[in-house]
RNA sequence: GGAGAGAUGGCUGAGCGGUUGAAAGCACCGGUCUUGAAAACCGGCAACGAGGCAACUCGUUCGUGAGUUCGAAUCUCACUCUCUCCGCCA
């Protein structure tokens, strides 16, 4: 949700900003509509208060046991066109809640202008690609080879984009997910938080998948959604508070299912599990002050980076341009993995700033200088589980079609070198 | 699933038809005192919106939504959530 305030202030801006976004520019209506609302506010309100005033009159009046009947009748007639002015208002409110609930947040400053994922621009590279001597083998090659990873079952339980782990191979993802857990909460600062992974429909107007990406999500039940990464419940945990500036920031961590439909990616990533309906993931999110949010930002990416380094395996970091960005972000870096199978980088993790976007829809605040601001809020992937897997598989494949260890998950496999 | 109780400001908690946006306490902020701090004392302290250059004025809000009334935190109805007890269950 954008503040109505800056774009009465900057609507060539907010329209600029909006374009970059791929977005049609819609200012002069929203202003239109706002100028509506207020006029109809400032009389409806001029009118209760007379109403107010008259009633007052009548309290003390019949107090003092005086003909008040005239009174009445006044204010009897004035509640007519309360009713209506009100009817009117709430048409006006409905209507421009309807606009601004769809329009994505507003670019950072540093953001590339551009249309779509061409356009981002390299930030950053960590090591090197990996040379093998042989022709590296993709992650589901290698892991139907093994027997540990099974496409034709979970086809036959739940149908395509799903799969079925098994053995060594599972209890890869759950290393995985433990080793990122002790990290982040060991190392980077974050608290572990266990949380639903069913949510209702105010959560995710609150980081911003409602209402506009409805179909991107999966239902459960008359009033509940799974949820498509723990950003939803994550960020939610400060929603309709007033936070103190000394607790800040707050950093939370959690490893959960997500669930996506996947519904724009027909045809895209069919083989293996890159692009899945299920999926785990260890989420990051920092609720910070407005002046430390960009700072929280390099430091959350910071702190998904450290994942990998760990692990390490090559990768480079884009900062999306504007046309790539998600709804809520203000600002976005992608870490993309290098996968030797594939021969391409692909995305492992998102950290975006979404700056007071999301606590304008949560009603999130802080009590700065006796003052209540909204807070900012990030989050980031740190990272997805199984595409981690994947990027293990394939980096750490050797020719005989075993899998090396890393040496940082070592620990959690007896010091085991290989995985079988 | 059955029975009962409740939802009030950052928190605790009074109010149960008419200057009650709401007592009191805690927390917080400012001041006096103190070498400094604490204590004590004095003062301030809800949010959101509309209007105004501003001081300020007005409106809305006591879980949510409707209703009764000239007037609702207070009465009626529905819904949501929380707690206690019983049953069932990982």
């Keep these: 949700m954008l503040d109505i305030d800056f774009i009465r202030k900057n609507p060539s801006e907010f329209d600029n900003a909006l374009k970059s976004r791929n977005v049609e520019s819609i200012s002069k209506r929203i202003i239109k509509i706002d100028e509506e609302k207020r006029n109809t506010q400032t009389i409806l309100q001029n009118i209760l208060a007379e109403k107010n005033l008259l009633s007052k009159k009548i309290g003390i009046g019949k107090s003092k046991k005086e003909n008040v009947d005239s009174e009445i009748k006044k204010v009897e007639k004035l509640n007519n066109e309360i009713s209506s002015l009100k009817e009117l208002e709430k048409i006006k409110i409905d209507e421009l809640t309807a606009i601004l609930n769809r329009i994505p947040n507003i670019p950072a400053k540093d953001v590339p202008i551009g249309d779509n994922e061409n356009d981002n621009i390299e930030y950053k590279k960590y090591g090197n690609k990996p040379k093998f001597n042989f022709i590296p083998k993709k992650h589901f090659e290698l892991g139907e ?46 608290t572990e938080i266990s949380v639903p992974f069913l949510v209702k429909d105010s959560s995710l107007y609150g980081t911003g998948q409602l209402p506009k990406f409805a179909e991107d999500l999966f239902t459960a039940g008359e009033n509940h959604w799974l949820i498509p990464t723990a950003e939803v419940p994550l960020t939610n945990l400060v929603r309709e508070q007033i936070l103190l500036e000394n607790e800040l920031p707050s950093r939370f961590t959690a490893y959960t299912p997500c669930f996506r439909s996947e519904a ?12 899945q309906h299920q999926f785990t993931k260890v989420e990051l999110v920092s609720v910070t002050t407005p002046d430390q949010s960009e700072k929280e930002l390099e430091r959350m990416l910071n702190s998904a980076e450290s994942i990998l380094r760990d692990l390490e395996i090559h990768y480079r970091i884009v900062t999306l341009c504007t046309g790539d960005m998600g709804f809520a972000a203000k600002k976005t870096y992608d870490i993309e993995v290098w996968l030797p199978g594939e021969n391409a ?24 200088d006796n003052k209540n601001i909204y807070a900012h809020t990030l989050n980031g992937s740190g990272l997805a589980v199984g595409r981690t897997l994947i990027a293990i598989l394939e980096n750490y494949q050797t020719q005989d079609g075993n899998v090396l260890i890393p040496e940082c998950l070592q620990k959690y496999f007896d010091n085991k070198k290989t995985l079988i």
């Design 264 to 275: 724009g990616a027909a045809g895209k990533d069919t083989r293996g599990m890159l692009r």
């Design 145 to 190: 080879n093994l027997n540990l990873m099974n496409f034709e079952l979970s086809s036959k339980l739940s149908g395509s984009r799903f799969v079925v782990l098994k053995g060594i191979m599972s209890k890869l993802e759950r290393a995985i997910a433990t080793f990122m857990l002790d990290k982040h909460t060991l190392e980077n600062g974050y």
């Design 345 to 368: 980088y692909r995305e492992i993790s998102s950290c975006s700033n979404c700056g007071d976007f999301q606590s304008r829809r949560m009603n999130t605040k802080i009590k700065k």
